[in-house]
C-alpha cells in the first residue's frame, strides 16, 4: 500500500493499469534520461502492444464467430429468422467479443481505470514511469525559478530604493529616455531569467528551496551589501567631480522644475486627441545632464544585470547562462552600451540619453565599481555556496559548459528573409522609380529585369 508514500512525497506519480513489476523492470535496464532511446522504446513498445491486441482480437472474433454461426443456424433450422433476430444476434456478438477482450486483459494483470482512479492522494497519475522523468526535470527547475525571482526581487527592490535616495537628496534624477532603455533592456533580460528550461538529466543534488536556506540568505543579503557600497561610492565620486556649485545648480534646476510643474494647468486628454495640444509634455519634465545622473545610471542598469546573471542557478537543475539566448544577448547588448557611453561614441547615443560625458579619472573609477559589483558578487555568491554548501558546489563544478545552439533561431531568420525577399526587392524597385531620378531609373530597368528573372527560375517546372 503507498497511500502513505505518495501523500508525503513532494509530487507522488500514480500508476493506474497495472504495470509495476514491468515497468520497474524496465526502469532498471533502461536510462530513462535518454529521451533518443526512450523515444526508440517508446515506438517499439507501441508495436509490440498493438501486434498483441491484434492477436488477441483475431482469436476471439473468431472464436465467437462460431457461435454466431451456430445460433444462426439454429435460426434457420426452426424457421424464426428475421431482421430482428439478426439484429439481436449482432449485439449479442458484439458483446461477447467485448467481454472476451476484457477477460483477455484481466488474465494478464492489466486493469481498465479512470484516469485519476489510481490513488486518491496522488496529484499526479500516468500509464508510464516515464512521466516522472519529466516531474523531476521540471521540479528541479521549477524550485529554482522561485529562489531565482525572490532573491532578484529582494535585490532589484533595496537598489532602486537606494538609488532613488541618493538621487533625491541632491535634487537629481534619472530622466525618462534612460528609465526606458534601462527598464527594456533589464526587462528583456528578465525574461530569459524567468524562462529557464529544465535540463534533460536532473541532478542528483538537491535544487534551492528557498530564501531562508542559509547559504541562499547570506548571499543575497552579501550581494545587497556590495551593490549599496559602490553604489555610495559612485554617488561620492560623482559628487567630488562635479563640486559645490554645480550641485546646487543642478538642485536649483529641479526646484524650478517641479515649481513648473506644479503651477502648470491640467494635461487636456481632449485637446491633445484633436491634436491641438502637444503630448510630449505628459511624459516628460525638464531635465538637467549631470555627472551624478551619468555614473548612478551606468552603476544601477549595471547592478540590475548582476543580480540577473549573478542569481541564474544554471546547471545541474536548470540550463545554464550560456545557453539563455535571451539574458545572454540582453547582457552583452547593456554591456556594450553601457561601455559606448562611457567613452562617448557615437556622440549621438548620450547625447539622446541625456548623458553628460565622464571625466577620464571618472571613468576610470566607474569602471572599477562596475567590476567590482559583477566579480564581486560572482565570488561572494559561488563562495558562500563553497563553505555552506560543498555538495551543491560540486555539482555545479561538474556540470558541463553548453553553449547556447544558435542554428534554429538562423534557420527561423533564413526562412523569414526567403518569404520577405521578393517584396523587399519590389519595395526598393518602387522607390528607385519614385524617386524621379534619370541614374535610378536606369538602376530600376535593371533591378526589374533581375526580379523578373528570378521570380520565373523560381516557378515549378510543368
Keep these: ?29 533502461y536510462d530513462f534520461f535518454d529521451d533518443d532511446a526512450a523515444a526508440k522504446r517508446w515506438g517499439e513498445e507501441q508495436k509490440r502492444l498493438a501486434f498483441e491486441q491484434q492477436a488477441v482480437a483475431k482469436q476471439v472474433t473468431e472464436e465467437q464467430s462460431v457461435w454466431m454461426k451456430a445460433e444462426l443456424d439454429r435460426q434457420a433450422a426452426n424457421g424464426t429468422r428475421s431482421l430482428k433476430e439478426l439484429s439481436g444476434v449482432m449485439k449479442e456478438f458484439r458483446r461477447r467479443v467485448a467481454d472476451a477482450q476484457e477477460a483477455a486483459r484481466a488474465a494478464k494483470g492489466e486493469r481498465k481505470e479512470p484516469l485519476g482512479g489510481a490513488s486518491a492522494v ?5 500509464k508510464s514511469l516515464r512521466a516522472a522523468v519529466e516531474v523531476l526535470r521540471q521540479g528541479q527547475c521549477t524550485k529554482c525559478a522561485m529562489v531565482m525571482q525572490t532573491q532578484h526581487l529582494v535585490l532589484s527592490t533595496i537598489i532602486g530604493m537606494w538609488r532613488y535616495a541618493a538621487l533625491s537628496m541632491e535634487g537629481a534624477r534619472l530622466s525618462e529616455p534612460q528609465l526606458m532603455l534601462s527598464n527594456l533592456a533589464l526587462t528583456l533580460a528578465f525574461f530569459g531569467f524567468i524562462g529557464a528550461r529544465a535540463v534533460r538529466r536532473p541532478s542528483r543534488e538537491a535544487a534551492p528551496e528557498s530564501l531562508f536556506e542559509w547559504p541562499v540568505l547570506i548571499s543575497t543579503l552579501g550581494q545587497a551589501a556590495i551593490h549599496l557600497w559602490v553604489l555610495q561610492c559612485s554617488v561620492s565620486l560623482a559628487k ?65 544585470l548582476a543580480v540577473l546573471l549573478v542569481n541564474y542557478k544554471g546547471r545541474p537543475w536548470m540550463r545554464g547562462a550560456s545557453e539563455n539566448l535571451p539574458l545572454l544577448t540582453a547582457s552583452i547588448v547593456v554591456l556594450a552600451a553601457v561601455a559606448s557611453c562611457a567613452v562617448g561614441w557615437p556622440a549621438g547615443l548620450p547625447q539622446m540619453l541625456q548623458l553628460t560625458p565622464l571625466p577620464p579619472a571618472l571613468r576610470r573609477s566607474v569602471a572599477g565599481l562596475l567590476a567590482l559589483t559583477l566579480a564581486g558578487t560572482f565570488v561572494l555568491d559561488r563562495g558562500v555556496e563553497t563553505l555552506l554548501s560543498p555538495a551543491r558546489a560540486r555539482a555545479r563544478r561538474e556540470s558541463p559548459l553548453v553553449l547556447a545552439d544558435v542554428r534554429p533561431m538562423l534557420r527561423t531568420a533564413a526562412a523569414v528573409v526567403r518569404q520577405l525577399g521578393p517584396l523587399l526587392g ?12 534619370p541614374l535610378l531609373w536606369l538602376a530600376a530597368y535593371q533591378w526589374w529585369r533581375f526580379m523578373k528573372r528570378r521570380q520565373s527560375s523560381s516557378l515549378p517546372t510543368p
Design 426 to 437: 519590389w519595395l526598393l524597385w518602387l522607390w528607385m522609380v519614385l524617386s524621379f531620378n
Design 1 to 29: 500500500n503507498d497511500v502513505g508514500a505518495l501523500a508525503a512525497a513532494d509530487a507522488g506519480l500514480a500508476l493506474r493499469g497495472g504495470g509495476g513489476g514491468s515497468e520497474q523492470a524496465e526502469a532498471e535496464a
Design 122 to 126: 496522488a496529484p499526479f497519475t500516468a
Design 240 to 304: 567630488d567631480a562635479m563640486g559645490p556649485a554645480a550641485l546646487r545648480e543642478v538642485f536649483d534646476f529641479q526646484k524650478r522644475a517641479r515649481e513648473m510643474a506644479a503651477a502648470a494647468p491640467p494635461f487636456d486628454w481632449q485637446a491633445a486627441m484633436r491634436g491641438e495640444a502637444a503630448t510630449h509634455s505628459l511624459f516628460s519634465r525638464p531635465f538637467l545632464p549631470n555627472l551624478l545622473n551619468s555614473a548612478v545610471f551606468y552603476v544601477e542598469i549595471v547592478q540590475g
